[in-house]
């Protein structure tokens, strides 16, 4: 056999693609499409008949590439729709629960047991039975929320929209948002035909970031006016960005502008003060090169308090920028102006 041609690959692409149902079919025999199309039928004579689990449990083990997977979804779908919808309407929302428990049964455990075929205990709906724990019932858990319920049941929109009134409800509450950020990010990987997060949710998502952000530049604005706590500045801001990752790039950017504003204002003092909140304030916004300024600035007053005869202040200094070399050479100095309570700015010890 000779190599592949460049068109002969393109054509078995092209056939490959052409016929997805085509490759299934040819997975399944007559047996296995014959089970799942009496598993759908099945499930939609339970359904009628308010037999929820039975239902259910037809629907999920006719939702096979063998069957009418589209109507064995819808099944499954009608189903969380209304069993959510009911758990909401009882307050039960995130409770984290799944919508399936157990609970000990004799017959599921001879099911378990047999190795007879056919399974003379095989139960009349798939899936009723599990191996766990030697053999147990599955029934449906009356404790599950609707959100668990529409996540499991291909209803993502509905719970999309749970995740964003939560955050609707709490919307200071960073934690919370967060979460409903990691549900949405997650969506961005979900493969399934016929969902796609709604870009309205995303966009009010942005606009309560933007939001927040706003409000605690605010709140630090009122609060440095009249207190000066760099402390608190700092909280504040970091506060800011916690939620303006979360929003536009206008909204980072005006963070890192207060950031930098405040730095430019300390620097307007020489104190040790001064250095160390204008470091700390090029430092949150990210300014490197303004960080070694301010180093240098340090060393340069340092080295003008040791020709002031005042190597305490010219340690400080130089503690701040970080200099090796020169919190060396004033150290000694330092320790020997402290020990000395005679000693005076001047160098000289008083007679």
């Not at 668990?148 to 919370?176: C, F, H, Q």
């Given at each position: 056999?000779?190599?592949?041609?460049?068109?002969?690959?393109?054509?078995?692409?092209?056939?490959?693609?052409?016929?997805?149902?085509?490759?299934?079919?040819?997975?399944?025999?007559?047996?296995?499409?014959?089970?799942?199309?009496?598993?759908?039928?099945?499930?939609?004579?339970?359904?009628?008949?308010?037999?929820?689990?039975?239902?259910?449990?037809?629907?999920?083990?006719?939702?096979?590439?063998?069957?009418?997977?589209?109507?064995?979804?819808?099944?499954?779908?009608?189903?969380?729709?209304?069993?959510?919808?009911?758990?909401?309407?009882?307050?039960?929302?995130?409770?984290?629960?799944?919508?399936?428990?157990?609970?000990?049964?004799?017959?599921?455990?001879?099911?378990?047991?047999?190795?007879?075929?056919?399974?003379?205990?095989?139960?009349s709906v798939p899936g009723l039975c599990i191996r766990q724990s030697g053999g147990v019932r599955v029934q449906l858990d009356p404790a599950a929320g609707a959100y668990d319920w529409y996540e499991?049941?291909?209803?993502?929109?509905?719970?999309?929209?749970?995740?964003?009134?939560?955050?609707?409800?709490?919307?200071?509450?960073?934690?919370?948002?967060?979460?409903?950020?990691?549900?949405?990010?997650?969506?961005?990987?979900?493969?399934?035909?016929?969902?796609?997060?709604?870009?309205?949710?995303?966009?009010?998502?942005?606009?309560?970031?933007?939001?927040?952000?706003?409000?605690?530049?605010?709140?630090?604005?009122?609060?440095?006016?009249?207190?000066?706590?760099?402390?608190?500045?700092?909280?504040?801001?970091?506060?800011?960005?916690?939620?303006?990752?979360?929003?536009?790039?206008?909204?980072?950017?005006?963070?890192?502008?207060?950031?930098?504003?405040?730095?430019?204002?300390?620097?307007?003092?020489?104190?040790?003060?001064?250095?160390?909140?204008?470091?700390?304030?090029?430092?949150?916004?990210?300014?490197?090169?303004?960080?070694?300024?301010?180093?240098?600035?340090?060393?340069?007053?340092?080295?003008?308090?040791?020709?002031?005869?005042?190597?305490?202040?010219?340690?400080?200094?130089?503690?701040?920028?970080?200099?090796?070399?020169l919190i060396d050479k004033a150290r000694p100095l330092a320790e020997k102006a402290r020990k000395d309570p005679a000693w005076k700015k001047t160098g000289v010890p008083a007679m």
């Amino acid at each position: 056999m000779g190599p592949l041609t460049r068109n002969a690959v393109f054509a078995v692409l092209l056939v490959l693609s052409a016929s997805g149902a085509a490759f299934g079919d040819a997975l399944c025999n007559y047996g296995d499409t014959t089970q799942s199309e009496g598993n759908l039928k099945k499930g939609r004579a339970s359904e009628k008949e308010g037999k929820t689990l039975d239902a259910l449990l037809f629907f999920r083990a006719a939702d096979t590439i063998c069957g009418n997977r589209k109507e064995a979804r819808e099944g499954i779908r009608r189903i969380g729709s209304k069993m959510g919808r009911e758990a909401a309407a009882k307050g039960r929302i995130f409770t984290g629960k799944n919508i399936f428990s157990t609970v000990p049964d004799a017959d599921c455990r001879r099911w378990v047991r047999a190795y007879d075929v056919p399974n003379p205990y095989e139960p009349s709906v798939p899936g009723l039975c599990i191996r766990q724990s030697g053999g147990v019932r599955v029934q449906l858990d009356p404790a599950a929320g609707a959100y668990d319920w529409y996540e499991v049941t291909y209803n993502y929109r509905e719970s999309d929209l749970l995740i964003l009134k939560g955050v609707t409800a709490s919307p200071g509450d960073i934690a919370v948002y967060e979460a409903a950020q990691r549900h949405f990010q997650a969506r961005l990987r979900l493969q399934d035909n016929g969902y796609a997060p709604d870009p309205q949710q995303m966009k009010e998502l942005q606009k309560i970031a933007s939001t927040n952000a706003a409000s605690f530049l605010a709140r630090e604005e009122e609060e440095f006016q009249n207190s000066k706590d760099t402390e608190r500045s700092l909280t504040r801001l970091e506060n800011a960005m916690k939620w303006a990752i979360y929003g536009s790039e206008a909204d980072r950017g005006r963070v890192i502008h207060r950031a930098f504003d405040r730095a430019e204002e300390a620097l307007k003092g020489n104190g040790l003060s001064n250095l160390y909140d204008a470091l700390e304030y090029y430092s949150f916004a990210g300014e490197a090169d303004k960080v070694a300024d301010v180093a240098e600035r340090a060393d340069e007053l340092g080295l003008a308090a040791l020709n002031d005869n005042d190597p305490v202040a010219a340690l400080k200094y130089f503690m701040l920028s970080g200099n090796r070399e020169l919190i060396d050479k004033a150290r000694p100095l330092a320790e020997k102006a402290r020990k000395d309570p005679a000693w005076k700015k001047t160098g000289v010890p008083a007679m």
